[in-house]
């Protein structure tokens, strides 16, 4: 093409660097993790990798001049992009230390911040979101996991599940009702250490492809008033903050898989003899990889856009962020789904890049909200 996508409008130099940074910092190539310990095992190793990388400044900001703390939403992209193209497991070690601190950065004191924030920067600590719940996932309004002030301790009872880096965090922030009112208002964020009495882990959840994933119990478990993020009942406004900072960032991952999957597929079609030729001059076989490309660098211009949006903001974007994830994921479902075609057989076989693809790109359409809250939120927007 003779340029590279940082070289658009809505990157500046800045991102060039970067670009050229993680161009030159291919992560390590290694098999596909199996089973709980070594996804676990995996897991930490990729985050040591990507804090010796000097990568986590990016999602776990430093304080400005003026104290404040902002994360450059394209820089995000452009990491997360590179990790969906090389390594998904890297991928959500990375952008996890961001959503597992972002109310921290957000709305959490000097003194919060100054506790966890240099650490999981480092890649010295683990750090985990856990909202979701058993009978509360899309529904976020619904959660039932309650903090009961005590003097000068909150007491959380309930239980989250499907909750990233479960098992392997050092502490994790949780989302839980404390009632000052109905809905999603009753609604505030504690962080909450590893080991803390009435913190107990269960069982690892297993996907089909590697995440760290578990669920969390919470029986009478003390943690003091100081744990409390920003003002109580902020909690659902500090997740859907941090949601409009990091949805646009999914679609970039997706962008990055469905990069993956178009160049596992170009590299197939081309050495591939099928009816006496190479596949790449079929022209059933042209016109799907033409579809692909162009799917791909639709995604990827919404997600830019979105990010851009952001950052040149400041403010909510939420309208831009769901679409850019909506996009992103479901732009790369198909292409990997096109490209598992394309391989035919060999598209399901073990040891294949794409079958592996398969089964990773498919969570994407369902964590920080599935496609149909996403557009639920972009109807909202545009009918409100
Ligand atoms: C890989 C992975 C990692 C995750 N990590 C975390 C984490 O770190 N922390 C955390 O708190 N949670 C996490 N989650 C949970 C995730 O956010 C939830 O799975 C998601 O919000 C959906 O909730 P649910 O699974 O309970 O599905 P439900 O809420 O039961 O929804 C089921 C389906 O209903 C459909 N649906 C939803 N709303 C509508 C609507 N308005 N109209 C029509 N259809 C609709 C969607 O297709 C949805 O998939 C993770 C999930 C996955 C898969």
């Keep these: 093409m ?21 161009a030159a910092l291919p992560p390590p190539a290694h098999p596909e993790p199996r089973g709980a310990e070594e996804v676990a095992r995996r897991s930490r190793e990729s985050l040591r990798w990507i804090a010796g990388s000097g990568l986590l400044d990016i999602v776990v900001p430093r304080a400005d001049a003026s104290g404040a703390r902002r994360i ?21 070690m990375f952008t996890m230390q961001g959503i597992g601190t972002a109310a921290l950065w957000l709305a959490g004191t000097a003194a919060q911040q100054q506790r966890y924030l240099d650490r999981c920067r480092a890649g010295e600590s683990i750090a985990a979101l856990a909202l979701t719940e058993p009978e509360a996932g899309s529904d976020v309004a619904a959660l039932a996991t309650t903090a009961r002030r005590e003097g000068d301790h909150f007491v959380i009872d309930g239980a989250k599940t499907l909750i990233t880096n479960a098992g392997i965090a050092d502490h994790y922030i949780v989302i839980a ?90 590299g197939h079609v ?38 851009w949006a952001k950052d040149v903001t400041g403010g909510r974007c939420s309208r831009e962020a769901s679409m850019a994830k909506l996009v992103g994921s479901e732009a790369a479902q198909r292409v990997v789904d096109a490209a598992v075609q394309l391989f035919g057989g060999r598209g399901i076989t073990k040891g294949y890049m794409v079958e592996q693809l398969y089964r990773e790109v498919r969570g994407m359409r369902i964590y920080e909200g599935a496609s149909e809250v996403q557009r639920m939120i972009i109807a909202r927007d545009l009918l409100a």
């Excluded at 941090?242 to 999914?250: E, G, M, T």
């Design 270 to 307: 081309r050495q591939r003899v099928l009816f006496g030729k190479p596949m790449a001059r079929l022209e059933g076989v042209q016109a799907r990889i033409a579809d692909m490309a162009t799917d791909t660098e639709t995604a990827a211009l919404a997600v830019y856009r979105a990010a």
């Design 177 to 266: 009702r404390t009632g000052e009112e109905p809905g999603a208002r009753g609604l505030s964020a504690f962080m909450l250490d590893a080991g803390t009495p009435g913190l107990e882990v269960g069982e690892p959840i297993d996907l089909i492809a590697p995440h760290p994933l578990g669920s969390l119990r919470f029986d009478g478990c003390r943690v003091p008033a100081d744990a409390l993020i920003g003002a109580p009942g902020q909690g659902f406004k500090a997740a859907m903050a941090v949601f409009d900072i990091f949805r646009p960032s999914v679609g970039a991952a997706g962008v990055g898989v469905a990069r993956r999957a178009l160049d596992e597929a170009l």
């Design 72 to 92: 450059d939403v394209r820089a995000l992209c452009l990491v997360r992009e590179f990790f969906g193209y090389h390594d998904l497991l890297a991928d959500t």
């Design 2 to 22: 003779g340029w590279t996508l940082s070289d658009l409008p809505f990157f500046d130099a800045r991102h060039r660097a970067l670009g050229e940074r993680l």
